[in-house]
């Protein structure tokens, strides 16, 4: 009985009467609620949905397309496909298509042309009934698409002929699904045995003899012209006529079996002893029959095990086909089968064309590796691929994530490795040049030192101010030390060292210089007032206010190194590029360009300061305690750093930013000691090594008063003076009075005894 004949037996029959079906296969029939005394021996359409399932996810296709006849066996096998299909995962529907009852003219063109508009989905899920699968396929024929389409059919088409007589190319490579059966033989030998005179009890079998022998047993019925002839009873089955086993006939034995089990088992319970049916099943009752079908537990005639579970349904076992072409010729070749899991052999499989690589049938190609996949709503099986850029990573298939902080992705943004830590190294043209500057700085600054030293006591090296000097000296050296610091490996002690002399060696310089112009500048301002010395001007003194200027540079840094330990660390945002490549992690010191500020502001407000003084001293003659070199020193210095600011923090967002700022850092350093060094004490050291005829004490010299007199009175007439030997200078006013003839003698103004 198919599914619809055994569904309306059990709405229509009276009573509870037990049924057992060998050919319905309809899923609905498992529902236990409303076919309830329904049994079969054939598995439901749900196991064949499943191993079409299977079959699809095995082949790695993840979009295919559905066809089903019109009615219950084709519209409730594609939707029990859908319902495995979304419950297993993986696979999509890309059109579901229905053939009418009645198809029109030119229906099965549309079906192929809706079929057709997703070129990716080639597979197409069929359960049709065979005269549906025979006019889809020559409407597929009829287009020229012979071997795009993949068929996957049901048990409707199984291995059978006629849907693809005549068009074998089309269906080549179809994969096909049958519940396993086996020929009877015992069958074969009983039927074929049969004639009208040995099978008079089959009251259909007459009606049978005349349709396969195309013969008619009444001579009556006979027309002329018909070419019908009358059946001579000689006729035999499998001889006169071609004979091929129906493929249901297993089935049918195994039905019978499993009631006659079932009702024998009845028997020998109730009716132990007796022949024919005892009052306990007179009449039979239907639910305990059921009760003896369900637990019947035989072997088919075929050796397959025949059972039920607790709907009413036969396990699951089916054989897998495929319809390939070999050397011209066609046939349907088992390539696996299906037991609760699917068991296929890839190697015998064969596409069309004979290629053996499985054809694809997916909505998007796989991602590339380090792009993620973004499902489109609703078609979970189709995607856009998206890369993971910047310094993302392909987590897993769907899901880009950053890399650590101290991480970059790889070349492909599968993974992620540690970001190179880099440095400013010795041999870096970076480093070189500041290194060159500084070594020769050094080496300038010890020969002026060892200079000062040899001829500490010469009027040259006394006028200068020795104490001071050796002050203003020892900070330049600092200032050129610094640059080997500032290069060296980041570590705590080397952020220590940084912390405490990037700006001691320009306080103790800046320091130094604002000390003297402060000192010009009060003896004169002192002068136009009165003849009296100011206060604290003795070197004792001048070293004082010196070491108090300093000591507030230091008192800062003590407190920085209390509130903010140092310490070395790798920044990996400083070099954090928009391509991650060119990343890198920068091993520095924990100085930010706020904490440089602070940490060179106070060497910046003495470096003001003393300029400020510098430009109040303009007008000191030349020959009073460098003045006007200080001046020319300041202005040059204030320069350089103007330069200075824009460039450093100019190219804070530079790829070369550690390099540019560094250098440019340790070469303003070295150049503002260099000016300090070279305007300051580089004529000092010519006069005492080249000219040390010009290096003695002379005569006349003058008390602290008078040459703060005459140098006042001097301005107040005429600011101009002119260089003499031994670093004297003559004012206008001593020769205003050698020309009225006051003196014989020249009178000449010496500051060689005074350092002022």
């Given at each position: 009985m198919d599914?619809?004949?055994?569904?309306?037996?059990?709405?229509?029959?009276?009573?509870?009467?037990?049924?057992?079906?060998?050919?319905?296969?309809?899923?609905?029939?498992?529902?236990?609620?409303?076919?309830?005394?329904?049994?079969?021996?054939?598995?439901?359409?749900?196991?064949?949905?499943?191993?079409?399932?299977?079959?699809?996810?095995?082949?790695?296709?993840?979009?295919?397309?559905?066809?089903?006849?019109?009615?219950?066996?084709?519209?409730?096998?594609?939707?029990?496909?859908?319902?495995?299909?979304?419950?297993?995962?993986?696979?999509?529907?890309s059109q579901s298509v229905k053939i009418p009852r009645e198809p029109k003219v030119g229906e099965f063109d549309k079906i192929i042309h809706r079929l057709g508009e997703n070129p990716n989905a080639r597979v197409v899920i069929i359960f049709a009934n065979e005269d549906d699968i025979r006019r889809l396929l020559q409407a597929a024929k009829k287009v020229n698409l012979t071997g795009h389409f993949l068929w996957v059919g049901s048990d409707s088409w199984g291995s059978k002929i006629s849907p693809v007589l005549h068009q074998e190319e089309m269906a080549e490579g179809a994969v096909t699904i049958l519940p396993k059966r086996q020929s009877i033989k015992g069958f074969d030998r009983y039927f074929?045995?049969?004639?009208?005179?040995?099978?008079?009890?089959?009251?259909w079998f007459a009606e049978f003899w005349e349709n396969n022998f195309n013969c008619k047993l009444n001579?009556?019925?006979?027309?002329?012209?018909?070419?019908?002839?009358?059946?001579?009873?000689?006729?035999?089955?499998?001889?006169?006529?071609?004979?091929?086993?129906?493929?249901?006939?297993?089935?049918?034995?195994?039905?019978?079996?499993?009631?006659?089990?079932?009702?024998?088992?009845?028997?020998?319970?109730?009716c132990p002893g007796k022949v024919g049916l005892c009052s306990k099943m007179d009449p039979i009752d239907?639910?305990?029959?059921?009760?003896?079908?369900?637990?019947?537990?035989?072997?088919?005639?075929?050796?397959?095990?025949?059972?039920?579970?607790?709907?009413?349904?036969?396990?699951?076992?089916?054989?897998?086909?495929?319809?390939?072409?070999?050397?011209?010729?066609?046939?349907?070749?088992?390539?696996?089968?299906?037991?609760?899991?699917l068991n296929l052999n890839m190697p015998a499989m064969q596409w069309p064309g004979g290629a053996r690589q499985v054809p694809s049938s997916i909505c998007s190609q796989p991602c590339k590796p380090g792009w993620r996949k973004k499902i489109v709503k609703g078609i979970p099986c189709c995607w856009h691929c998206e890369r993971c850029d910047g310094y993302q990573y392909q987590a897993d298939a769907f899901t880009c994530k950053m890399c650590r902080f101290d991480m970059r992705p790889n070349k492909t943004h599968t993974g992620c490795h540690k970001i190179p830590i880099v440095q400013l190294e010795w041999s870096s043209p970076w480093a070189v040049i500041p290194v060159l500057i500084a070594i020769l700085g050094i080496m300038a600054t010890l020969f002026v030192v060892v200079t000062f030293v040899r001829y500490n006591d010469t009027p040259i090296v006394k006028a200068s101010g020795r104490e001071l000097s050796y002050v203003l000296l020892t900070g330049i050296f600092l200032c050129y030390a610094t640059t080997f610091l500032m290069i060296s490996t980041p570590g705590v002690g080397i952020c220590s060292l940084r912390r405490i002399f990037l700006g001691l060696g320009m306080s103790i310089s800046y320091a130094a210089l604002l000390t003297k112009t402060n000192r010009i500048y009060r003896i004169f301002e002192q002068g136009k007032m009165s003849v009296s010395a100011p206060r604290f001007i003795s070197p004792a003194s001048q070293l004082v206010i010196t070491f108090s200027l300093i000591s507030v540079q230091l008192l800062g840094v003590c407190i920085w190194f209390t509130v903010d330990p140092p310490q070395a660390f790798i920044d990996y945002e400083d070099q954090r590029m928009a391509n991650p490549e060119l990343a890198r992690g920068v091993l520095k010191c924990d100085i930010s360009d706020l904490s440089l500020i602070c940490l060179l502001g106070y060497s910046m407000l003495l470096m003001v300061t003393c300029t400020v003084y510098a430009i109040k001293t303009r007008g000191v003659p030349e020959t009073f305690n460098e003045a006007k070199p200080i001046g020319f020193t300041m202005y040059t210095t204030c320069i350089i750093w103007l330069a200075f600011i824009p460039i450093f923090f100019g190219t804070s967002q530079s790829t070369e930013k550690m390099y540019i700022q560094t250098t440019t850092l340790t070469i303003s350093v070295s150049l503002s000691a260099s000016v300090s060094l070279g305007m300051l004490y580089m004529p000092k050291v010519y006069v005492v090594l080249l000219h040390p005829e010009q290096n003695v004490a002379k005569r006349n010299t003058r008390s602290l008063k008078a040459v703060v007199t005459a140098a006042t009175m001097s301005n107040k007439f005429n600011p101009k003076v002119s260089l003499r030997p031994n670093g004297e200078a003559k004012t206008e006013l001593c020769e205003n009075l050698e020309t009225q003839g006051l003196s014989p003698k020249q009178t000449y103004i010496s500051y060689s005894n005074h350092a002022i």
């Open positions: 599914s619809l004949t055994s569904r309306g037996l059990q709405e229509i029959t009276p009573g509870s009467i037990p049924q057992v079906s060998y050919a319905s296969t309809a899923p609905e029939l498992s529902d236990n609620t409303r076919y309830d005394f329904f049994s079969r021996v054939v598995p439901p359409d749900t196991y064949q949905a499943q191993a079409m399932v299977d079959i699809v996810r095995h082949m790695g296709w993840n979009y295919v397309s559905t066809v089903a006849s019109e009615g219950n066996y084709g519209e409730s096998g594609v939707d029990a496909f859908i319902q495995k299909s979304r419950e297993d995962g993986g696979v999509c529907i074929i045995s049969r004639t009208l005179e040995n099978n008079r009890r089959n009251i001579r009556h019925a006979l027309k002329k012209g018909s070419g019908i002839k009358k059946c001579t009873n000689q006729e035999r089955i499998g001889k006169d006529s071609s004979y091929e086993q129906e493929g249901k006939v297993m089935f049918v034995i195994d039905a019978v079996y499993a009631m006659a089990h079932a009702l024998h088992n009845m028997h020998s319970d109730l239907g639910t305990l029959l059921l009760k003896y079908i369900r637990d019947v537990k035989i072997t088919g005639i075929a050796g397959n095990p025949v059972q039920f579970n607790e709907n009413g349904d036969a396990p699951g076992r089916y054989d897998i086909y495929q319809y390939q072409i070999k050397n011209k010729t066609a046939e349907y070749k088992i390539i696996g089968h299906w037991t609760d899991q």
